[in-house]
């Protein structure tokens, strides 16, 4: 089965930027894959923020952008925000099944 | 505006059947999936499988022989079975429709 990696942990300061990626051991991502990304903050329900490689949710601010990026999915943030922290979930398509990234732990410092 | 409310048995023993309904209010099941998603205490998600408003269905394999999810379009609900569990199971389980909303989550926890 597909095992996709993300960074374990990141750390941005406020007003910065950061770039979290998202890499299927199967080869390069492609908009085939659905990349999806998904906010949980500690002891919250998750929330999707980014789907289909680049769409944002309507609650998702500009700040947070999808993109491919090098063979890997990516979720840029501009412009970071202490709201921001928090564990960062991405999802890709890999056939008929989802696979999970193991999540990068996102903090702002 | 759309919610999905779930609701099942939070304490279940080893080799018992987990149980949980996802309710949709304010939409229908008309072109969406529907997925179910889990989380061990202090872990990453999971997904467990989804199912189609045509009632098509996908499993993860680790699961398949022990999942079944079904529709009743009669009162908007989707339903997760798992059988046989285990404490691997123990999980906050959470349903979700496209990925673009989210069930509140369930605990589930496997102890003897």
């Known amino acids: 089965q597909t095992v996709v990696t993300q960074e374990p942990s990141l750390t941005v300061s406020p007003g910065g930027t950061v770039t979290l990626t998202c890499a299927p051991s199967t080869g390069a991502v492609t908009r085939g894959h659905s990349p999806t990304w998904i906010q949980q903050k500690p002891g919250q329900v998750p929330r999707t923020v980014i789907h289909?490689?680049?769409i944002r949710q309507s609650w998702t601010p500009a700040r947070f952008s999808g993109s491919l990026l090098g063979g890997t999915a990516a979720l840029t943030l501009s412009g970071v925000q202490p709201e921001d922290e928090a564990d960062y979930h991405c999802l890709l398509l890999c056939g008929p099944v989802w696979v999970f990234g193991g999540g990068t732990k996102l903090t702002v410092l | 505006q759309v919610q999905l409310q779930q609701w099942g048995a939070g304490l279940l023993e080893p080799s018992e059947t987990l149980s949980l309904i996802c309710s949709v209010s304010?939409?229908?099941?008309?072109?969406?999936?529907w997925s179910w998603v889990r989380q061990p205490p202090g872990k990453g998600l999971e997904w467990i499988g989804d199912i189609y408003h045509n009632g098509y269905t996908n499993y993860i394999p680790s699961l398949k022989s022990r999942v079944t999810m079904s529709l009743d379009h009669s009162k908007n609900q989707f339903s997760l079975t798992l059988t046989s569990v285990t404490a691997a199971d123990t999980a906050v389980y959470y349903c979700?429709?496209?990925?673009?909303?989210w069930g509140q989550g369930t605990l589930v926890t496997v102890s003897s």
């Open positions: 304010g939409g229908s099941f008309s072109g969406y999936y």
């Open positions: 289909s490689t680049d």
């Open positions: 979700a429709r496209n990925w673009e909303l």
